[in-house]
């Protein structure tokens, strides 16, 4: 007997497209203002809070415990998409995606070290790569980052790898 997920990515963005489409006032009654009644309640339940845990929606359902059965979900406040949930569904990735721009910074000490590390285990010989470390040490920063640059171009000139990363990185796949 298989498994089956209860998460289900058709049925989310159903609720997030249909949310999106109900703002800025939501749902009181989201199971059919979305027609959503075909679908088995548990996994529409799973898949509401599944959205809400990750900020996507406010799913307005309340938990309601009773002695000797089971626990049940009833809709006491209207479900909503949030401003994450409408960056989500955003081919840019709305304010969030401008909003959340990581900047990264890599000091001179920081790159040289790195660069050291490969000169120290190529197969240069130890007089070569003594010499190699102490004029990488001495380089000024604009030297570096000029040293950098040409890593980079020669990297990805000379490796069909390196496209290869950059395609896993993005998610691309090389060649199609």
């Known amino acids: 007997m298989k498994n089956e997920s209860p998460l289900d990515r058709d049925l989310q963005r159903k609720i997030l497209v249909g949310l999106r489409e109900l703002a800025p006032y939501g749902s009181d009654r989201i199971e059919e203002d979305l027609n959503l009644l075909d679908y088995e309640r548990n996994k529409l339940i799973t ?103 040409k890593l980079l171009d020669l990297g990805l000139e000379k490796s069909p790898a390196a496209l290869g990363a950059i395609g896993t990185a993005l998610g691309l796949a090389v060649g199609g």
């Open 47 to 149: 898949n509401l809070l599944y959205l809400e845990e990750h900020g996507l929606i406010r799913h307005g359902l309340e938990r309601q415990d009773y002695v000797g059965g089971e626990p049940a979900y009833f809709q006491h406040q209207p479900a909503q998409i949030t401003a994450d949930g409408l960056d989500f569904l955003e081919a840019d990735g709305g304010l969030s995606a401008i909003l959340g721009v990581l900047t990264v910074r890599l000091h001179d000490d920081t790159i040289k070290t790195l660069i050291e590390a490969k000169i120290l285990e190529s197969d240069l010989s130890p007089a070569d790569k003594q010499k190699f470390s102490a004029r990488l040490r001495s380089l000024p920063a604009d030297a570096t980052k000029h040293l950098v640059m």
